[in-house]
């Protein structure tokens, strides 16, 4: 099959077989921040920006996003690195595996909620299992991004 499909702002053909998924063709494109972390769309490692909503490429069907708006990392190197100091500020050194994931999902956030709660934020953060260097630093960065006290 093959599909037309915006990536980071261009229209790119991708060919993929029927039962492929985003993660796996995205990945073999070239968008090599999409991270696998799971087998059982749980961990929120795979997250993109379909219409700047997060959503898991690991289950999304490549099918169904021709005609949608698809955002990696690639195509938000300067809010990503944004983001990487933030946390790097408060302590939080999220490793490379996971930090793509939680970039999408934080400016999937920022993209949806005008300013959150700590509730709407820890609420919105709930898939992302990571949580190595623990939750009060990634709050207040996450704070700091969204510029809400
Ligand atoms: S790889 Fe874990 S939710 Fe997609
Ligand atoms: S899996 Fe990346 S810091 Fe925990």
Known sequence: ?????????????????????????LRRYGYSSIRKGCDTTSCSVCTILIDDKPVHSCSYLVARAEGHKITTVEGVEGEAEKIANLLIDEGVDQCGYCSPGFVMTLMGLKNELKNPTDEEILDYFMGNLCRCTGYVGQLTAIKKYLEVK
């Open 1 to 25: 099959m093959k599909a037309v499909i915006n990536i980071n702002g261009r229209d790119r053909e991708l060919s993929f077989e029927p039962h492929e998924n985003l993660l796996e063709v």
